[in-house]
Nanobody, 120 residues
Framework: QVQLVESGGGLVQPGGSLKLSCAASGRISVVDAMGWYRQAPGKQRELVAVVASDESAEYADSVKGRFTISRDSAKNTVLLQMNSVQPEDTAVYFC??????????????WGQGTQVNVSA
């Protein structure tokens, strides 16, 4: 009932910047938390950043001061601005959105993932 479409991944050099975008669509009534997770090869999926409906944000220690999460609630979109990227940021990045659909039930949807490669 809720679809997420991600964009913005790719290859970037160490120290460079990249912006990821995720748009939610479908029978959405309310959007609560919107977040980004990542999964590197051989590792578990981990939280990168999450932004609540009041726009308060939390970050993984590894990205604090480098990444910024933001949301456009009118468009049900969440962005991740990635600055000063490092090779250890290489991973598949997944968008996650939680909320309610118009029928009243809760949802938690994942995007398909977008690959970010940080390499010289």
């Amino acid at each position: 009932q809720v679809q997420l479409v991600e964009s913005g991944g790719g290859l970037v050099q160490p120290g460079g910047s990249l912006k990821l975008s995720c748009a939610a669509s479908g029978r959405i009534s309310v959007v609560d938390a919107m977040g980004w997770y990542r999964q590197a090869p051989g590792k578990q999926r981990e939280l990168v950043a999450v932004v609540a409906s009041d726009e308060s944000a939390e970050y993984a220690d590894s990205v604090k001061g480098r990444f910024t999460i933001s949301r456009d609630s009118a468009k049900n979109t969440v962005l991740l601005q990635m600055n000063s990227v490092q090779p250890e940021d290489t991973a598949v990045y997944f968008c996650n959105v939680k909320g309610k659909v118009t029928a009243g039930s809760f949802f938690a949807s994942w995007g398909q993932g977008t690959q970010v490669n940080v390499s010289a």
